[in-house]
């Protein structure tokens, strides 16, 4: 079993969706060693932004073309989730879609690393223990807020896991999983955490210890007015702060959700919905939201986004055209070339230079600092 796969201090969780996957395609080599991506594939008929598949093979044939084209590093690891996916949903030949995702990957190769979790059920877990037989690269394993209340009950349940997926503690990559956190929450969250770090048996052994959250509301109009720029805390990073610089023997690591909620969803009729531009841009520890008005309402349409790139181009945040393709894109919208783009294209332009910007910010955090046992 291959325990000394290096998986970066940085995990973001990525919807395998177009928008992610234009993204971290043009994330630059310099800064992909500094991030392991984990994909989250969405049940099949969930998207609009794809052309519909005729059958599930079809549609994890083509998720797994996207994530090889978009994670051209052979040399690298990165996770696939698929705890979207309908329990009963099965290949033609009655293959669980675990099992297909992970042959298509070995025939590439690529070091995709099976994600897992204790809420899954028995065939989907069946269905891991075959990939991590034929591949040999052991697992990762979500933990969710309802799993962290009893450290002795999950030091029970993830011996279990182990046992019957067939691998040691230090073949499993472990994710604390708080998905959307709130500042009101903070205190709960990084109580939590601390205690459950510290309740983990073999602390020391675990491949990887990684804090996973998501700061980004569900709906930017809850937060920020239409026409209006505006500044959201980045919740998930304090609170990983917090942690890091707390007397733990074994800081965790970082994972966020990019530059969307965790429930983030496309929706079966887009043209249905009141679209509206906006850009989401990562600073040191807020994102800078600039927002339009619903394209149905205002005669610029999707030609807002010149003048909101405009606007940030023009603000101190902004890190530069040269900073990452997302920011050149930015750029040269600001220009009012080469096109206005649409909702994907504005989620992969501000995933990549969230990618981009976050990646760095947590290595320079982490090289000034006790560095974390991986």
Request: contains cysteine.
């Amino acid at each position: 079993m291959n325990s000394t796969l290096e998986i970066a201090h940085y995990i973001p969780i990525l919807k395998a969706k177009l928008g992610e996957f234009g993204a971290i395609e043009e994330v630059r080599l310099s800064t992909k060693v500094l991030l392991t991506p984990l994909f989250d594939i969405p049940h099949m008929g969930s998207e609009s932004d794809e052309p519909a598949a005729d059958s599930l093979d079809d549609y994890l044939q083509a998720k797994v073309a996207h994530i090889r084209k978009a994670w051209v590093c052979e040399e690298r690891a990165f996770f696939v989730d698929l705890y979207d996916t309908d329990t009963d949903a099965r290949a033609r030949d009655g293959t669980h879609p675990v099992s297909v995702v992970f042959s298509i990957l070995r025939e590439a190769p690529a070091l995709g690393i099976p994600v897992t979790g204790l809420d899954r059920d028995g065939a989907y877990q069946e269905a891991v223990r075959g990939v991590v037989g034929g591949d040999k690269r052991g697992i990762a394993v979500r933990l969710l807020r309802e799993d962290l209340v009893s450290a002795n009950q999950l030091g029970k349940q993830l011996a279990e896991l182990m046992t019957f997926v067939g691998v040691r503690r230090e073949e499993v990559s472990l994710l604390l999983v708080f998905r959307k956190v709130e500042e009101s929450e903070a205190d709960y969250i990084y109580s939590t955490a601390a205690r459950t770090i510290a309740g983990l048996p073999g602390l020391s052994e675990w491949r990887t210890l990684t804090f996973a959250a998501g700061g980004m509301p569900e709906s930017l109009s809850t937060r920020i007015s239409k026409g209006a720029t505006g500044e959201i805390t980045r919740t998930d990073l304090a609170l990983w702060t917090r942690l890091r610089n707390a007397d733990l023997k074994r800081p965790p690591t970082f994972a966020d959700y990019g530059v969307v909620h965790p429930d983030h969803q496309h929706f079966s009729n887009p043209r249905a919905l009141k679209l509206t531009p906006s850009i989401r841009y990562a600073t040191e520890d807020r994102w800078l939201i600039l927002r339009g008005y619903p394209i149905d309402s205002h005669p610029d349409g999707w030609e807002q986004v010149y003048a909101l790139s405009r606007d940030l181009v023009g603000r101190p945040q902004f890190s530069g055209q040269n900073f990452s393709w997302g920011d050149e894109q930015i750029e040269r919208r600001a220009r009012s070339r080469p096109g206005t783009g649409n909702a994907t294209s504005w989620i992969g332009f501000g995933t990549n230079h969230h990618l981009t910007f976050v990646s760095k910010q947590v290595d320079a955090a982490l090289a000034g600092s006790r560095q974390p046992d991986r």
